[in-house]
């Protein structure tokens, strides 16, 4: 699959460390969003980037931060502040800023924590 | 901002019946409307959307109509087969300066062979 990937696949994390998740489009989009997934539940919004080193909180931004220093790589870092971080993590990109386009999506990442 | 509400969570239809699935939105100046599939353990694929300048939209057995008066959106889609069990998500925009695309909470379809 090319586009855009994450990695890792699955993580593991330790009560109390950071850890981080990547994400990079070789898809030449402007924005870029991460998501949290839980089961029932649909695609709630932590952060999202319409443009190189510039990002916005979503719906649940506490316990996690960002970065954009290049277009095509938006990690997101889960920091020990999230108290429930077990969940499964979605990346996407969209081609030019406003939210009436076609959103591409990572494969996931499931992170739980141990 | 944008509610973006989803019904039923969960459908079961027979092979080859047809599954509906509903969504109601509350900002009135949304204009595009995605439908995204997501099979078990893969990423949100679009099948699907419509823009508030038509009413209804067709490819092959899916279908997505638009009510703007009403605002909802509907999935239609018509002779099921057993590779159309996923989970399905409508989204819409916020149309405000944010430029987010707000979820529904999803719709898992199982189609019984």
């Known amino acids: 699959d090319g586009g855009i990937t994450q990695s890792p696949k699955y993580l593991f994390r330790k009560e109390g460390q950071n850890v981080t998740l990547s994400c990079e489009q070789n898809?030449?989009?402007?924005?870029m969003y991460w998501y949290r997934q839980d089961p029932g539940q649909g695609l709630r919004l932590i952060y999202y980037s319409q443009i190189v080193n510039d990002f916005q909180k979503g719906d649940i931004a506490e316990g996690y931060s960002v970065s954009r220093e290049k277009k095509e790589s938006f990690p997101l870092t889960v920091t020990s502040a999230q108290k429930n971080p077990t969940a499964f993590y979605l990346c996407?990109?969209?081609?030019?800023?406003?939210?009436?386009?076609?959103?591409?999506f990572g494969q996931g990442t499931r992170l739980t924590v141990v | 901002g944008e509610n973006v509400e989803q019904h039923p969570s969960t459908l079961s239809v027979q092979e080859g019946d047809s599954a509906v699935i509903k969504c109601t939105y509350s900002d009135s100046a949304s204009n595009y409307f995605p439908w995204y599939k997501q099979e078990l353990g893969k990423r949100p694929q679009l099948i699907i959307d419509i823009r508030s300048n038509v009413g209804e939209k067709k490819d092959q057995r899916i279908a997505v109509t638009l009510n703007k008066t009403a605002k909802h959106f509907s999935l239609h889609i018509t002779e099921t087969q057993p590779e159309d069990s996923a989970v399905y998500f409508c989204?819409?925009?916020?149309?405000?300066?944010?430029?987010?695309?707000?979820f529904g909470s999803g719709t898992r379809l199982l189609v019984r062979p």
């Open positions: 989204a819409a925009p916020r149309m405000d300066s944010s430029y987010k695309l707000i």
């Open positions: 898809l030449n989009h402007d924005a």
């Open positions: 996407a990109s969209s081609p030019g800023v406003g939210a009436n386009t076609e959103a591409f």
